[in-house]
């Protein structure tokens, strides 16, 4: 492969298959893939380990997503937050555009096509 | 003074006591050395003494012992001088008649050189052969005269001795031939003999020293044996050397003095006195050591008790005197610290008054008696360097009397004034004098306040002279004054009451409205109790409690909110009320403002509006007015709080009416008013339903009881019924009935209830048209048909792809069109857009899913003429089955006359109110914004928010006009209309919605300027308020009112939809790559197959090989293709479980019951529910394997189950919110006798015993406005029990969850099951 992309991107989800789906999704693009299946849980990984671009789910149990992305923004002003929903409306709320509106710099709605993911990923990269 | 400074100075002479103290452990500790000096002294002193003794007694030893020696040499020499033959027998006498003289021998004897006893003091020795014995032998051998100490022998029985003996040469009885004979000559001398002479001799010495305690002694051979001692122990010989003691060693020495050691036997210290016997050459084999020794304790014994008798004396005196020194030091400490901090306290004060008179505004100065200037402060001098009044001292030391008495011209008199009052102060006929005087400069006007005051300082009398400026104030003293004014106005004219109440709960403010609102006059109310005029009995005590603990620690009070309470009547009732308080913190306590508005008349309209719409839902569902009967009745009875309800049907036959059905919410008590309601049949104008019938209006009877036309007036009393009224139902000008209700109390007509029901009456004509037509469509097509087209609303019906198939005369002419010119075409042509467009999407919808969105209610929306314009509208649809196919049936009518009515009165209503609650917010509540501006056009109030909102400040604005304020154009725009009209209509104006920009953000201000008359002209008082809040609040509101379930419902199943969708997706893009680089490798792998087996396999192969597994990160593909293809296959599956639950969950269903199975449908409905409680729970389900068919409509059954599992996921969300755990929602079902049992459990919240009973009734929620319609359980409820003939119950605790239980009937009741087998 050519010059190998280095940037870090953890995925919130609480199901396993959309995070691995992801993961199989972007590690051919060459990122390397971290996982948390909710917001607390991702939040640890961040104590951790270096992370550029974070894609996290809205609706979880445990912490849920625009907790996570307040959480985010509280503490980690560097990272850039992808924020995705299959529902995307929950009572009269658009949850995206609440999700943007709370720090998310993207939004991407389930289902989305691979070349979404990857062009947002790669703006969210570029801007981080 | 320095802080540090006065610290030191409290510090001074802190080092008296520690002083004190030290000296005293010094004295202590040279007590003690001294103390230990003597008892040296002391010990050195009777060790000496000790040695001394010691000497004396190894002296004595020595003396006694040599003659001893000189003993037997005189003896020797007397047996030699006996004559041989007369030897033995005269030897023998001889030794006896020395041992007579000298008894201390034990024993004396002649041995003859073979060693036989030739003569012996002791007869039964002679004869006794000792030549053999080492004794005799160690005697002969040794020299020719000795002593020695010898051991006990056979020779005596006495103890330890020491043995003399001497070798004599006796000369033969031939001298010439025989040889002189060799005998020897022994005598043994008692040590105990020795002891008795010590021991004698010690006594003696004792007595002569006054030793307080015996002396021991002991004496030893040269090898540290002890011979001889004070008190001998009973046991074996004991060596001192041995036993390691000092003075022993040091006495064989031969050395002479004392020590100090420790007694080996007592233990204890013993002061020793050494010496030896003296070193005499016939002695020399003797040698023997002295020891003197008494216990240290006996010599130190007389100092000792000396000293304690001395210690306790001094200790007696010593420490009673330490005590008073060290106090008072302590007490000298203290006076000296209080006399230097009053020496600063003095100085201080000194610079302080001076400051301070310095440091006062008003102009100071003093005069002595006589008048003359002495000192003057600062602002004097300032006030003097201002106006050129005074030369550079500023006065001091001239006579303030004569500058005063000799002014002249303006002000001359207030000067004169001012001489006369220091001189009435100085003669003592006033203690102060106080005048006023105006002193306008050139450019302002200002006002003086003179004080004159006399104070005496060491006799000498003294003035104080005060000038203080009160140009302030008197401005601020004349703005108070206006400023109360126009609060007192304000308070007066506001719609709400308003109260004031001090912090013991008595009434201290009491407005003109609020004698309106609460019943009590304004001097009644005054002084009284709060809690006992206006507060309801039961909330009395939890009022007091309240406001004591809002008292104690400030918490408690709703402050600056709107409280809706019920307050209580003069009339003793209650009634619901609006409350804002608030508290003004004042020198005399807490006061407590509230404007209280009654809320009785929007409470009714409240319920009136409830009780339309629930009629109109019960007219909507019913199948005929009759089947409604029952419903409505209860339904307004219930919402409106009256009675008894009765529906009359009008029978045009008989010309008669007749009771259709009646309701009671007590139907015991008023049970024969009721039969005999059910049993009448009334002529037209008899009674209030035939007056009704008769006049076709509304009518109104305040007392049936004391109505004269009332036939049923004895059963009414007897229930104790009073105010009736009773209104018409007409059907197109034809009367079709009359709805009579009654109450328990008298009541004056209600004019908006009344209005109501010619609403409702509008409607339920609607209802009964809608109904006819339809009738009519399988009966009297023709007839129905003259209906419609007579009908004043305009009807429309279109057949289920949108195709208008009628409609009547008035709807065409609503929209412009001949009548013909609409049948055939699509309904779409009467829609404007978005609504135009959407509608099919609607339709298909509907179709497809039967959820029924706008089917069934009654909704205000646009339609589109002919002519392009929209009119607004009210349309009513429903839906008709047709044999297989749907129609649907709309009213519509045309509300254009009514919205514009309506906006009218809301908005003047609105008007009205708001000018009320912007001045209570203004003065209670912190939001407002506050401004003034006089009559000049100036700002002279700029409060509340209006800093803060317009970014001016206070001081800026005051006193400016309001153009010159930068304020943004838009905002000052507004506020000069509203002055213009205000100033031309003399009236309150408002303004509304008036959007500014504040800090980047879109701000909305609403205001009310209201004028200020005066004679001269017209001042503006602003009031308002920043509304975006509320504004984006109420647009919420109603877009969340708007909520349907079921499009909640659809964003849940989405999402449900999409996850999968997602990663499907994204596996099979996967998939489809890596197979592609999977192919790549299998390229390579057949090469290398076709090479190997073609026998040229390379290495070059086996490494391209190689690489291209390396490449495609083979290990990698062949872990997660599967995964991925498992995980994809099962996301397809979740796919089509859920579309699969959706299709069951919306199965249209048939109109008739069908045998279903329930728990199919129930986990149908958990599935398509599952994104509403997977967050917040765990759901289970234990559904009975056995349960049989149960005939259900199936549609409406998975509605009920829907709607209790979301009720669960909330109540469960309410308690788990936030803290990231999970609830558990539980379904089971089960078969009980002829009845299947369904239980929803959930871990929630619980519901509360008080509201248990209401939770089944229409629109009761307790959600957040816009999360739920309120209808949830009571459609559950109508399901269950009026459709299915089961029932539901609750059983609910508060914490713990909440269970609902249904039970459906397994067999169709029978009226059904005869229908079904005639069938």
Same mark, same amino acid.
């Given at each position: 492969?050519?010059?190998?992309?280095?940037?870090?991107?953890?995925?919130?989800?609480?199901?396993?298959?959309?995070?691995?789906?992801?993961?199989?999704?972007?590690?051919?693009?060459?990122?390397?893939?971290?996982?948390?299946?909710?917001?607390?849980?991702?939040?640890?990984?961040?104590?951790?380990?270096?992370?550029?671009?974070?894609?996290?789910?809205?609706?979880?149990?445990?912490?849920?997503?625009?907790?996570?992305?307040?959480?985010?923004?509280?503490?980690?002003?560097?990272?850039?937050?992808?924020?995705?929903?299959?529902?995307?409306?929950?009572?009269?709320?658009?949850?995206?555009?609440?999700?943007?509106?709370?720090?998310?710099?993207?939004?991407?709605?389930?289902?989305?096509?691979?070349?979404?993911?990857?062009?947002?990923?790669?703006?969210?990269?570029?801007?981080? | 003074?320095?802080?540090?400074?006065?610290?030191?100075?409290?510090?001074?002479?802190?080092?008296?006591?520690?002083?004190?103290?030290?000296?005293?452990?010094?004295?202590?500790?040279?007590?003690?050395?001294?103390?230990?000096?003597?008892?040296?002294?002391?010990?050195?002193?009777?060790?000496?003494?000790?040695?001394?003794?010691?000497?004396?007694?190894?002296?004595?030893?020595?003396?006694?012992?040599?003659?001893?020696?000189?003993?037997?040499?005189?003896?020797?020499?007397?047996?030699?001088?006996?004559?041989?033959?007369?030897?033995?027998?005269?030897?023998?006498?001889?030794?006896?008649?020395?041992?007579?003289?000298?008894?201390?021998?034990?024993?004396?004897?002649?041995?003859?050189?073979?060693?036989?006893?030739?003569?012996?003091?002791?007869?039964?020795?002679?004869?006794?052969?000792?030549?053999?014995?080492?004794?005799?032998?160690?005697?002969?051998?040794?020299?020719?005269?000795?002593?020695?100490?010898?051991?006990?022998?056979?020779?005596?029985?006495?103890?330890?001795?020491?043995?003399?003996?001497?070798?004599?040469?006796?000369?033969?009885?031939?001298?010439?031939?025989?040889?002189?004979?060799?005998?020897?000559?022994?005598?043994?001398?008692?040590?105990?003999?020795?002891?008795?002479?010590?021991?004698?001799?010690?006594?003696? @010495?004792?007595?002569?020293?006054?030793?307080?305690?015996?002396?021991?002694?002991?004496?030893?051979?040269?090898?540290?044996?002890?011979?001889?001692?004070?008190?001998?122990?009973?046991?074996?010989?004991?060596?001192?050397?041995?036993?390691?003691?000092?003075?022993?060693?040091?006495?064989?020495?031969?050395?002479?003095?004392?020590?100090?050691?420790?007694?080996?036997?007592?233990?204890?210290?013993?002061?020793?006195?050494?010496?030896?016997?003296?070193?005499?050459?016939?002695?020399?084999?003797?040698?023997?050591?002295?020891?003197?020794?008494?216990?240290?304790?006996?010599?130190?014994?007389?100092?000792?008790?000396?000293?304690?008798?001395?210690?306790?004396?001094?200790?007696?005196?010593?420490?009673?005197?330490?005590?008073?020194?060290?106090?008072?030091?302590?007490?000298?400490?203290?006076?000296?610290?209080?006399?230097?901090?009053?020496?600063?306290?003095?100085?201080?004060?000194?610079?302080?008054?001076?400051?301070?008179?310095?440091?006062?505004?008003?102009?100071?100065?003093?005069?002595?008696?006589?008048?003359?200037?002495?000192?003057?402060? *600062?602002?004097?001098?300032?006030?003097?360097?201002?106006?050129?009044?005074?030369?550079?001292?500023?006065?001091?030391?001239?006579?303030?009397?004569?500058?005063?008495?000799?002014?002249?011209?303006?002000?001359?008199?207030?000067?004169?004034?001012?001489?006369?009052?220091?001189?009435?102060?100085?003669?003592?006929?006033?203690?102060?004098?106080?005048?006023?005087?105006?002193?306008?400069?050139?450019?302002?006007?200002?006002?003086?306040?003179?004080?004159?005051?006399?104070?005496?300082?060491?006799?000498?009398?003294?003035?104080?002279?005060?000038?203080?400026?009160?140009?302030?104030?008197?401005?601020?003293?004349?703005?108070?004054?206006?400023?109360?004014?126009?609060?007192?106005?304000?308070?007066?004219?506001?719609?709400?009451?308003?109260? &004031?109440?001090?912090?013991?709960?008595?009434?201290?403010?009491?407005?003109?409205?609020?004698?309106?609102?609460?019943?009590?006059?304004?001097?009644?109310?005054?002084?009284?109790?709060?809690?006992?005029?206006?507060?309801?009995?039961?909330?009395?005590?939890?009022?007091?409690?309240?406001?004591?603990?809002?008292?104690?620690?400030?918490?408690?009070?709703?402050?600056?909110?709107?409280?809706?309470?019920?307050?209580?009547?003069?009339?003793?009732?209650?009634?619901?009320?609006?409350?804002?308080?608030?508290?003004?913190?004042?020198?005399?306590?807490?006061?407590?403002?509230?404007?209280?508005?009654?809320?009785?008349?929007?409470?009714?309209?409240?319920?009136?509006?409830?009780?339309?719409?629930?009629?109109?839902?019960?007219?909507?569902?019913?199948?005929?007015?009759?089947?409604?009967?029952?419903?409505?009745?209860?339904?307004?009875?219930?919402?409106?709080?009256?009675?008894?309800?009765?529906?009359?049907?009008?029978?045009?036959?008989?010309?008669?009416?007749?009771?259709?059905?009646?309701?009671?919410?007590?139907?015991?008590?008023?049970?024969?008013?009721?039969?005999?309601?059910?049993?009448?049949?009334?002529?037209?104008?008899?009674?209030?339903?035939?007056?009704?019938?008769?006049?076709?209006?509304?009518?109104?009877?305040?007392?049936?009881?004391?109505?004269?036309?009332?036939?049923?007036?004895?059963?009414?009393?007897?229930?104790?019924?009073?105010?009736?009224?009773?209104?018409?139902?007409?059907?197109?000008?034809?009367?079709?009935?009359?709805?009579?209700?009654?109450?328990?109390?008298?009541?004056?007509?209600?004019?908006?209830?009344?209005?109501?029901?010619?609403?409702?009456?509008?409607?339920?004509?609607?209802?009964?048209?809608?109904?006819?037509?339809?009738?009519?469509?399988?009966?009297?097509?023709?007839?129905?048909?003259? @209906?419609?087209?007579?009908?004043?609303?305009?009807?429309?019906?279109?057949?289920?792809?949108?195709?208008?198939?009628?409609?009547?005369?008035?709807?065409?002419?609503?929209?412009?069109?001949?009548?013909?010119?609409?049948?055939?075409?699509?309904?779409?042509?009467?829609?404007?857009?978005?609504?135009?467009?959407?509608?099919?999407?609607?339709?298909?919808?509907?179709?497809?899913?039967?959820?029924?969105?706008?089917?069934?209610?009654?909704?205000?929306?646009?339609?589109?003429?002919?002519?392009?314009?929209?009119?607004?509208?009210?349309?009513?649809?429903?839906?008709?089955?047709?044999? *297989?196919?749907?129609?649907?049936? &709309?009213?519509?009518?045309?509300?254009?006359?009514?919205?514009?009515?309506?906006?009218?009165?809301?908005?003047?209503?609105?008007?009205?109110?708001?000018?009320?609650?912007?001045?209570?917010?203004?003065?209670?509540?912190?939001?407002?914004?506050?401004?003034?501006?006089?009559?000049?056009?100036?700002?002279?109030?700029?409060?509340?928010?209006?800093?803060?909102?317009?970014?001016?400040?206070?001081?800026?604005?005051?006193?400016?006009?309001?153009?010159?304020?930068?304020?943004?154009?838009?905002?000052?725009?507004?506020?000069?209309?509203?002055?213009?009209?205000?100033?031309?209509?003399?009236?309150?104006?408002?303004?509304?919605?008036?959007?500014?920009?504040?800090?980047?953000?879109?701000?909305?201000?609403?205001?009310?300027?209201?004028?200020?008359?005066?004679?001269?002209?017209?001042?503006?008082?602003?009031?308002?308020?920043?509304?975006?809040? *509320?504004?984006?609040?109420?647009?919420?509101?109603?877009?969340?009112?708007?909520?349907?379930s079921?499009?909640?419902?659809?964003?849940?199943?989405?999402?449900?939809?999409?996850?999968?969708?997602?990663?499907?997706?994204?596996?099979?893009?996967?998939?489809?790559?890596?197979?592609?680089?999977?192919?790549?490798?299998?390229?390579?792998?057949?090469?290398?197959?076709?090479?190997?087996?073609?026998?040229?396999?390379?290495?070059?192969?086996?490494?391209?090989?190689?690489?291209?597994?390396?490449?495609?990160?083979?290990?990698?593909?062949?872990?997660?293709?599967?995964?991925?293809?498992?995980?994809?296959?099962?996301?397809?599956?979740?796919?089509?479980?859920?579309?699969?639950?959706?299709?069951?969950?919306?199965?249209?269903?048939?109109?008739?019951?069908?045998? &279903?199975?329930?728990?199919?449908a129930i986990?149908?409905t958990v599935?398509?529910a599952?994104?509403e409680w997977?967050?917040?729970?765990?759901l289970?389900?234990?559904?009975?394997?056995?349960?049989?068919?149960?005939?259900?409509?199936?549609?409406p059954f998975n509605q009920v189950i829907l709607n209790l599992i979301v009720n669960a996921a909330h109540a469960i969300?309410?308690?788990?919110?936030?803290?990231?755990?999970?609830?558990?929602i539980a379904i089971a079902?089960?078969?009980?006798?002829?009845?299947?049992?369904i239980r929803i459990t959930d871990?929630g919240?619980?519901i509360?015993?008080?509201?248990?009973?209401?939770i089944f009734?229409?629109?009761?929620?307790?959600?957040?406005?816009?999360?739920?319609?309120?209808?949830g359980l009571a459609i559950a409820r109508?399901v269950v029990?009026?459709?299915?003939?089961?029932?539901i119950a609750v059983?609910s605790?508060?914490?713990?969850?909440t269970t609902f239980v249904i039970?459906?009937?397994?067999?169709?009741?029978?009226?059904?099951?005869?229908?079904?087998?005639?069938?």
């Amino acid at each position: 492969m050519e010059e190998k992309k280095t940037a870090t991107i953890l995925v919130i989800d609480d199901d396993e298959s959309i995070r691995e789906a992801l993961r199989r999704t972007l590690r051919r693009d060459g990122y390397t893939v971290m996982e948390a299946a909710e917001g607390g849980e991702g939040l640890l990984v961040l104590k951790h380990h270096h992370v550029d671009v974070v894609l996290v789910d809205l609706f979880m149990p445990g912490k849920e997503g625009l907790e996570t992305i307040a959480e985010l923004r509280r503490s980690y002003s560097d990272i850039t937050i992808i924020a995705m929903s299959g529902g995307g409306i929950r009572g009269q709320m658009d949850m995206l555009e609440t999700a943007r509106l709370m720090g998310a710099s993207q939004t991407l709605a389930k289902p989305f096509a691979r070349e979404t993911l990857i062009e947002t990923v790669k703006q969210a990269v570029r801007r981080e | 003074m320095e802080p540090t400074a006065r610290s030191c100075s409290s510090q001074r002479y802190s080092w008296l006591p520690g002083l004190i103290i030290a000296q005293t452990s010094v004295l202590v500790v040279a007590i003690f050395f001294t103390l230990s000096i003597v008892e040296d002294r002391l010990i050195a002193q009777a060790g000496r003494d000790l040695e001394r003794t010691a000497r004396e007694v190894a002296e004595k030893l020595d003396l006694l012992l040599f003659e001893r020696y000189g003993d037997i040499q005189l003896l020797a020499g007397a047996l030699a001088e006996i004559r041989e033959t007369k030897r033995g027998g005269e030897w023998t006498a001889l030794l006896k008649k020395a041992h007579q003289a000298y008894p201390m021998y034990a024993w004396m004897g002649v041995l003859n050189a073979d060693g036989r006893v030739v003569a012996a003091t002791d007869g039964a020795t002679i004869g006794l052969d000792f030549g053999r014995k080492s004794w005799f032998r160690g005697l002969a051998a040794g020299p020719a005269l000795r002593a020695h100490y010898v051991e006990p022998h056979e020779l005596t029985t006495e103890k330890d001795y020491v043995e003399f003996s001497a070798s004599v040469r006796i000369p033969g009885e031939a001298q010439i031939t025989s040889d002189p004979v060799q005998m020897l000559v022994v005598t043994r001398f008692l040590i105990a003999e020795l002891s008795a002479i010590v021991t004698r001799t010690l006594r003696e @010495i004792e007595a002569q020293e006054g030793y307080t305690q015996g002396l021991e002694f002991h004496i030893l051979t040269t090898l540290g044996r002890v011979i001889s001692e004070t008190a001998p122990h009973p046991a074996e010989s004991v060596n001192l050397i041995d036993l390691g003691v000092e003075s022993a060693r040091m006495a064989v020495s031969g050395r002479t003095g004392f020590v100090q050691e420790t007694h080996r036997r007592r233990l204890v210290p013993v002061l020793t006195g050494y010496a030896r016997m003296p070193a005499r050459k016939e002695l020399d084999a003797l040698g023997w050591g002295v020891l003197v020794r008494m216990d240290r304790e006996a010599v130190l014994a007389p100092i000792r008790s000396t000293l304690w008798t001395v210690a306790i004396g001094g200790g007696c005196l010593f420490f009673p005197l330490w005590g008073g020194l060290l106090w008072s030091t302590h007490q000298l400490r203290r006076h000296w610290q209080r006399a230097e901090t009053a020496q600063q306290a003095s100085t201080e004060s000194l610079r302080f008054l001076q400051s301070s008179l310095d440091a006062l505004t008003s102009h100071l100065a003093i005069l002595d008696e006589h008048g003359t200037i002495l000192a003057v402060n *600062r602002a004097w001098k300032a006030f003097g360097d201002q106006n050129q009044l005074c030369d550079t001292e500023h006065g001091v030391g001239k006579n303030y009397l004569d500058i005063c008495e000799s002014s002249s011209g303006e002000g001359g008199e207030e000067a004169h004034r001012v001489a006369q009052g220091i001189r009435a102060v100085l003669q003592g006929q006033q203690n102060e004098w106080v005048g006023e005087y105006p002193c306008h400069g050139p450019d302002a006007q200002r006002w003086f306040l003179v004080r004159i005051s006399k104070f005496t300082i060491s006799e000498q009398v003294r003035v104080v002279v005060d000038h203080q400026n009160i140009t302030e104030n008197r401005v601020a003293f004349r703005a108070l004054q206006e400023s109360q004014a126009a609060t007192r106005a304000i308070v007066s004219s506001a719609l709400d009451a308003h109260i &004031a109440m001090d912090q013991d709960g008595m009434i201290v403010g009491w407005s003109a409205k609020a004698e309106e609102v609460f019943g009590w006059a304004a001097h009644e109310a005054a002084g009284q109790p709060l809690a006992n005029l206006i507060v309801p009995p039961g909330y009395r005590e939890a009022h007091e409690r309240g406001l004591k603990r809002f008292l104690v620690d400030g918490a408690g009070l709703m402050l600056g909110k709107r409280l809706e309470i019920e307050g209580w009547h003069k009339e003793g009732r209650p009634f619901p009320i609006e409350l804002t308080i608030a508290v003004i913190k004042q020198s005399s306590g807490y006061l407590f403002s509230a404007f209280a508005r009654d809320l009785t008349e929007r409470k009714k309209q409240e319920r009136c509006q409830a009780a339309e719409h629930a009629v109109t839902q019960l007219l909507v569902e019913a199948d005929s007015l009759e089947g409604g009967a029952p419903d409505i009745l209860k339904t307004i009875g219930e919402t409106l709080g009256w009675a008894v309800g009765a529906l009359w049907r009008v029978d045009e036959d008989r010309q008669e009416l007749r009771c259709a059905g009646t309701w009671a919410d007590a139907p015991v008590l008023c049970a024969e008013f009721l039969a005999q309601t059910r049993k009448s049949s009334l002529a037209k104008g008899i009674g209030l339903p035939g007056r009704v019938w008769e006049s076709r209006r509304a009518a109104w009877i305040s007392d049936v009881a004391a109505d004269e036309n009332f036939p049923r007036v004895a059963s009414a009393s007897a229930a104790g019924l009073h105010a009736a009224f009773a209104y018409p139902i007409l059907l197109h000008d034809k009367d079709y009935g009359i709805i009579e209700f009654f109450t328990k109390d008298i009541l004056a007509p209600d004019q908006p209830l009344l209005n109501m029901f010619d609403s409702l009456t509008g409607q339920v004509s609607q209802f009964l048209a809608r109904r006819a037509a339809e009738e009519a469509v399988h009966a009297r097509e023709r007839q129905v048909r003259s @209906i419609i087209e007579t009908s004043v609303d305009g009807i429309i019906v279109i057949d289920d792809h949108g195709v208008i198939e009628l409609v009547n005369p008035a709807l065409a002419s609503m929209f412009g069109y001949a009548p013909n010119e609409l049948v055939g075409e699509s309904i779409k042509r009467l829609m404007p857009s978005p609504d135009r467009e959407q509608h099919d999407g609607y339709l298909e919808r509907y179709r497809q899913t039967g959820v029924k969105k706008v089917l069934g209610v009654s909704r205000e929306t646009l339609g589109l003429r002919k002519d392009g314009t929209t009119i607004p509208i009210e349309l009513t649809t429903s839906e008709m089955q047709v044999g *297989r196919n749907s129609k649907f049936t &709309a009213a519509i009518r045309n509300i254009s006359a009514r919205k514009q009515v309506e906006q009218e009165m809301v908005a003047s209503q609105n008007r009205a109110e708001q000018a009320v609650r912007e001045k209570v917010e203004v003065l209670a509540a912190v939001d407002a914004f506050f401004i003034c501006v006089n009559l000049d056009g100036a700002v002279t109030e700029w409060a509340g928010k209006s800093e803060s909102l317009f970014g001016v400040s206070l001081s800026d604005a005051i006193g400016r006009p309001l153009p010159e304020l930068p304020l943004q154009r838009e905002l000052l725009e507004a506020m000069q209309k509203a002055m213009q009209e205000v100033s031309g209509r003399l009236a309150p104006v408002r303004m509304d919605k008036i959007r500014m920009i504040h800090e980047g953000k879109d701000l909305f201000l609403k205001f009310t300027v209201t004028p200020l008359c005066d004679d001269r002209g017209i001042g503006y008082v602003f009031m308002g308020e920043d509304v975006t809040e *509320r504004l984006r609040l109420e647009h919420d509101l109603a877009q969340a009112q708007k909520l349907e379930s079921i499009g909640q419902l659809a964003a849940g199943i989405a999402h449900e939809i999409n996850t999968p969708t997602q990663f499907v997706g994204d596996n099979v893009r996967f998939l489809s790559d890596s197979f592609t680089d999977l192919l790549t490798v299998l390229a390579q792998h057949r090469d290398l197959l076709t090479t190997a087996k073609a026998g040229s396999c390379t290495p070059a192969v086996i490494a391209a090989c190689d690489a291209a597994d390396e490449q495609a990160d083979l290990d990698y593909l062949v872990e997660e293709i599967p995964k991925a293809l498992m995980q994809s296959a099962d996301g397809v599956e979740r796919i089509a479980k859920i579309v699969r639950a959706m299709k069951d969950f919306a199965h249209p269903g048939s109109a008739e019951k069908t045998p &279903a199975d329930l728990n199919h449908a129930i986990e149908s409905t958990v599935t398509v529910a599952h994104n509403e409680w997977k967050y917040v729970a765990d759901l289970t389900t234990d559904l009975a394997p056995d349960l049989p068919l149960v005939p259900c409509l199936l549609g409406p059954f998975n509605q009920v189950i829907l709607n209790l599992i979301v009720n669960a996921a909330h109540a469960i969300s309410d308690v788990v919110k936030g803290t990231g755990q999970k609830g558990v929602i539980a379904i089971a079902t089960r078969h009980v006798g002829e009845r299947v049992e369904i239980r929803i459990t959930d871990s929630g919240t619980g519901i509360p015993e008080a509201i248990r009973p209401k939770i089944f009734d229409p629109f009761f929620t307790t959600k957040a406005v816009g999360t739920g319609t309120g209808q949830g359980l009571a459609i559950a409820r109508s399901v269950v029990v009026d459709k299915h003939g089961g029932t539901i119950a609750v059983e609910s605790q508060v914490g713990t969850g909440t269970t609902f239980v249904i039970h459906l009937p397994v067999t169709v009741p029978t009226n059904d099951r005869v229908m079904e087998e005639a069938a």
